[in-house]
């Protein structure tokens, strides 16, 4: 069975700060993306990680694809409330189905 | 560039029923991949169609089934409903089978009581 662990699982800061959002698994994906989820909304796609080491920027996210394609971190610099949300990590092993991890719930602080 | 959409927003069905939910994929889009989303968890995959035939399909019984149409929109059924599927249910499609960049839908939020 394929699974993703994200860590932390909640994070609360203070507008301004730094974070790190980690995606593990055991698993090697062909891909994997991430998306950010508002409260009543479905998940919306941030960015896709395609090569092993690839580095992707999107303003201030930073989102790393590990070297064995089993690992991503996500990570934002300067955090503001509006990227309070729910953050899922997904890896696509094969041609039908995407595999979610856990979630990190995010809460910005003003 | 319509999104992907889906009915109803909401819906409270009591245990034993059935139930619909509906979806229309992005414009261009042919495959419609289904998850249910319980509260504070991660999606998890139901199934998914391409050119109207189902192409995989995760852990979830028979009871739920799902139909795609030749415009790419689909339906999710499932009967004989539990308290457990609760849930909020996600429509995603996709440019083509196997591309992992999946676009979702607002979602349909279910209750069970």
């Known amino acids: 069975t394929q699974l993703l662990e994200q860590s932390p699982q909640f994070l609360s800061i203070q507008e301004g700060e730094n974070l790190t959002v980690y995606c593990n698994s055991s698993s090697v994906f062909s891909s994997l993306q991430w998306y950010r989820q508002e409260p009543g909304e479905g998940p919306v796609l941030l960015v896709t990680v395609v090569t092993g080491g690839e580095v992707k920027k999107l303003k201030r996210l930073t989102f790393q694809f590990g070297d064995a394609r089993k690992d991503s971190s996500l990570h934002i610099t300067a955090a503001q409330p509006g990227d309070t949300g729910l953050y899922l990590c997904?890896?696509?092993?094969?041609?039908?189905?995407?595999?979610f991890g856990t979630g990190t719930r995010l809460q910005v602080f003003p | 560039e319509t999104g992907v959409t889906q009915s109803p927003t909401h819906l409270i069905k009591t245990r034993g029923q059935q139930v619909t939910l509906r979806c229309s994929s992005q414009s261009g889009h042919n495959t419609v991949s289904w998850y249910q989303q319980a509260l504070g968890q991660g999606p998890q995959f139901i199934f998914q169609y391409y050119r109207e035939e189902e192409n995989g399909r995760g852990n979830f019984p028979p009871r739920f089934s799902g139909l795609q149409f030749p415009n790419y929109s689909s339906e999710l059924n499932v009967n004989a409903l539990e308290l457990d599927d609760s849930a909020l249910y996600l429509c995603a499609s996709s440019l083509e089978v196997g591309g992992a960049e999946q676009y979702f839908g607002p979602g349909t939020r279910l209750t069970v009581t």
């Open positions: 997904a890896g696509a092993a094969n041609t039908d189905k995407l595999i």
